[in-house]
């Protein structure tokens, strides 16, 4: 890499948690951001069992955004799974419907020059697990884009790779909560 951060972006595909332990052993370790438990006691065993795959973590929240930016300041890379529903987050198309997307990566991504490295874990036929690294998204504005229409593009170009690797595997998405609104 180039010594600069960068945020690996992906989703609740194959075996995700593959991903920072990939990315320590290359000594490209990334803090990740994540949605704690629900159950408090369960939540200190799930941050023991993650330790050593990951750079440091960040939970959702007040506490988690400051850890974030601190991060991306010091030059850490980061690591975020977007497939999740964000109910104030912004309406872009995931698998043809409209679908509440966090806007988090993408926003730290233009504030900081940060690139997004899209990246997923895929389950091969023989068992074994196979990382996929992809060339990262652009977060430079194209001609005349404006700051509002860059970051949906980039929401709509996530959610796509989200779609293709999914469909590439649906049984390797594990996803139990409702990604979109009742009709």
């Known amino acids: 890499t180039s010594g ?9 595909i194959g075996n995700w948690e593959v991903l920072g332990k990939v990315s320590a052993y290359y ?11 629900n159950n408090p006691y369960l939540e200190p065993l799930i941050l023991r069992t993650r330790r050593g795959i ?15 930016v601190k991060a991306v300041k010091d030059g850490k890379h980061l690591g975020f799974l977007l497939d999740q529903k964000m109910n104030d987050g912004i ?3 995931f698998f043809g419907r409209s679908a509440m997307t966090p806007p988090g990566a993408v926003d730290l991504a233009v504030k900081y020059s940060v690139p997004l490295v899209p990246a997923y874990c895929l389950r091969r036929a023989d068992g074994r697990l196979q990382v996929v690294v992809e ?11 404006t700051a509002a229409a860059l970051r949906y593009r980039l929401l709509v170009e996530i959610n796509q790779h989200l779609e293709r690797w999914i469909r590439k595997d649906l049984s390797g998405w ?10």
């Open 174 to 183: 594990l996803w139990m909560h409702r990604r979109w609104p009742a009709s």
């Open 91 to 93: 309406a872009v198309p």
């Open 54 to 68: 990951s750079a440091g973590f960040a939970p959702k929240g007040a506490y988690g955004a400051r850890v974030i």
């Open 4 to 12: 600069k951060p960068f945020i690996f972006i992906s989703g609740h």
């Open 135 to 145: 060339p990262p998204l652009s977060v430079i504005p194209r001609v005349g884009e």
């Open 27 to 37: 000594s490209m370790p990334f803090v990740s951001v994540y949605r704690a438990a």
